[in-house]
């Protein structure tokens, strides 16, 4: 019964004795990028120097409300250009310059992003319940798709490592409908019954995986 | 309230279970935990139609079947050259033969021809019907004829008329082929239907006399259907009148009318997580109106459900007249009627089956064919073209299948966003 009660984690006295380790490991790594990383193929090379501006050059973005790109899976990048490119999902930065982008481009992106070493777990302010957040991404079934390690696959995104703030400004797009997904509508029918907090909670608890 | 109430019991189900330590649980004990007692949704809110129920789709989840997830397609066509290399790998009988008919048609669903050859393509949920038309050097080229929809997966012509249909909407384009450079301004001729996503994505079939039949799917994979679901409709397109045909119906994205007799014939996709090897899915045969074909209570003609089954018994239903195998999504359907096939293909039924994903081991991804008499007797399935898997590799995932003036017949693949035809020579 406990296990499945909604409860946020400033009303809750106990924290696991892991996660303090986990802070501090957090902070150590959070920001830097070890080792060098492939270069981009020379058609697309152009494109990528574009796109580091704002998403970071081993695509592990250093700017708010940007999500890092680094080993998203490769579907997953492509759907997210080609519905930018049309229209329908709405980044107004990214309008005029996906516009521009053949299939092509949008297939090269995808490998090339996708094969780039993932970004490190994040530092996060926010204390994490890891049993509150298992009570709300437990019944929600997020590992089926987004894998029990998140780091996605097919269409679904990598979570593990991604900015917190930018993750909690996908679900309430998703919950407010302003963003869609994939036709099946998945992400509206798990998004609907958050409340802000518990996206925040999810939001952390998701950045600081490795 | 409703839905809170509902996933605390179905937690309360969970750790009582966690709690006395069941192990072992068989699939069909775990759909009944994850379940609970039998599941019907609240339709009275705004809330319920603007957004599918919390549990549509991953509700039902087993442990033996976590993971499964529908496949993710393909973002952009497949480039002409590897479409060649994947059509190299398809069998077909002797003196059939496969080629590219036009590829870059994006998200590949149902298709219409206009009567001036004018191919008409529906999506999924890129919200666009294409124009296929002949290009430089006779290349098809495809365009972008309609856009801004949800989910135009049906399309049809008749009357010199196309008809879309968005999920809630039946749209009309009238003398479309004349406007091919700027689609017409369209009318909505029918809308008495929900606007959620969870199969209410569908597919027209003309019925000869000027309506359509149009499926409604339940906006989920088993639940008691709110009103107005689960079924197929005659809606006549002239005034908007509408008719129920048959009830019990899960989510059915294909269907014809038999040249022979003027009946309804339609696939339906079974209930998912119930196993690998169960349920089946169905190729159904209207007889009378108002036929219950058996969901949410018995599924391919001879099981119960395991928890809406109790207190029925499957012989309450109409049965299949084929059993088409465990997941393997069978979507767009045809009466072949043309004479460039050997005579005994004549009044056969031709099924796109677009791949099973919640199964290990992946099936379906292929053309069937079923002869069949009029009455429903003597069925023989085949597999006419094949597979489009290469071990568990996905090639690509026939959606529909349309034949064309000259008796070729047309494949709509919308995994590599390409049209295929199979000609016959002897």
């Not at chain 1, 892991?18 to 902070?27: H, I, M, Y």
Request: proline content about 8%.
């Amino acid at each position: 019964m406990q296990l499945c009660k909604r409860s946020s984690p400033s009303r809750s006295p106990r924290r696991g004795a892991g996660s303090s380790v986990g802070v501090a490991v957090a902070l150590l790594t959070a920001g830097w990028t070890v080792g060098a990383f492939a270069e981009p193929p020379e058609s697309i090379r152009e494109i990528v120097q574009t796109c580091a501006s704002c998403h970071g050059q081993d695509g592990v973005s250093a700017i708010e409300n940007t999500p890092s790109l680094a080993a998203q899976p490769d579907i997953f990048l492509q759907y997210q250009l080609v519905f930018i490119r049309d229209g329908q999902r709405k980044v107004e930065v990214m309008q005029e310059f996906a516009k521009k982008l053949t299939d092509q481009n949008i297939r090269e992106l995808g490998a090339y992003y996708s094969s780039l070493p993932p970004p490190p777990a994040q530092a996060t302010i926010r204390k994490v319940d890891d049993k509150a957040v298992t009570a709300l991404v437990e019944p929600r079934h997020c590992d089926s798709c987004h894998k029990p390690d998140f780091s996605g696959q097919g269409e679904s995104a990598r979570l593990a490592g991604q900015r917190p703030e930018y993750l909690v400004k996908a679900l309430a797009d998703f919950r407010s409908g302003a963003r869609r997904g994939r036709g099946l509508g998945i992400m509206i029918e798990v998004s609907v019954s958050l409340h802000d907090e518990d996206m925040h909670m999810i939001a952390a608890w998701l950045a600081r995986k490795p | 309230m409703k839905r809170q109430a509902a996933l605390s019991k179905a937690c309360i189900v969970g750790a009582v279970a966690a709690v006395f330590g069941f192990g072992v649980l068989t699939a069909q004990a775990q759909t009944q935990a994850s379940s609970g007692e039998l599941k019907s949704y609240d339709s009275n809110s705004k809330n319920f139609w603007a957004n599918p129920p919390p549990d549509w789709f991953l509700g039902d989840e087993t442990k033996a079947q976590k993971g499964q997830v529908p496949n993710p397609g393909q973002p952009t066509p497949t480039p002409a050259a590897e479409l060649e290399k994947i059509l190299a790998k398809i069998q077909l009988p002797k003196g059939f033969k496969i080629e590219v008919w036009a590829s870059e048609v994006p998200q590949a669903r149902q298709m219409a021809m206009g009567s001036k050859g004018t191919l008409f393509v529906g999506t999924f949920d890129k919200g666009t019907v294409s124009a296929v038309v002949d290009g430089p050097g006779g290349k098809k080229v495809a365009k972008p004829f309609i856009t801004g929809l949800r989910m135009p997966t049906g399309v049809a012509f008749q009357d010199n008329a196309l008809y879309v249909i968005d999920i809630d909407k039946l749209y009309k384009y009238e003398n479309p082929e004349d406007n091919l450079d700027k689609a017409p301004t369209p009318k909505v001729v029918y809308d008495d239907m929900p606007p959620y996503i969870p199969h209410g994505w569908k597919y027209l079939v003309p019925d000869g006399k000027g309506w359509f039949y149009i499926p409604f799917g339940p906006p989920c994979n088993i639940c008691y259907p709110p009103t107005s679901l689960s079924q197929y409709r005659r809606v006549n397109p002239a005034n908007g009148m509408a008719e129920l045909v048959a009830v019990g119906i899960r989510n059915s994205v294909g269907g014809a009318v038999d040249p022979r007799t003027g009946d309804l014939w339609f696939t339906e996709n079974a209930r998912d997580w119930l196993g690998d090897d169960m349920p089946s899915d169905k190729l159904n045969h209207v007889t009378k109106l108002g036929e219950h074909f058996g969901y949410p209570y018995c599924h391919q003609g001879d099981i119960l459900d395991p928890v809406f089954g109790k207190g029925h018994k499957c012989a309450e239903f109409t049965p299949p007249v084929v059993k088409l195998g465990p997941h393997i999504a069978p979507l767009g359907m045809k009466f072949y009627t043309g004479n460039m096939f050997p005579a005994e293909y004549k009044n056969g039924i031709f099924i796109a089956e677009h791949g099973s994903w919640n199964r290990n081991k992946k099936i379906g991804y292929r053309i069937q064919f079923i002869s069949v008499g009029p009455d429903g007797k003597n069925p023989k399935e085949s597999t006419f073209a094949g597979t489009w898997l290469e071990d568990q590799k996905i090639l690509g995932r026939p959606s529909d299948v349309l034949q064309a003036p000259d008796g070729s017949l047309l494949v709509a693949d919308d995994q590599t966003s390409a049209i295929y035809r199979i000609s016959y020579k002897k």
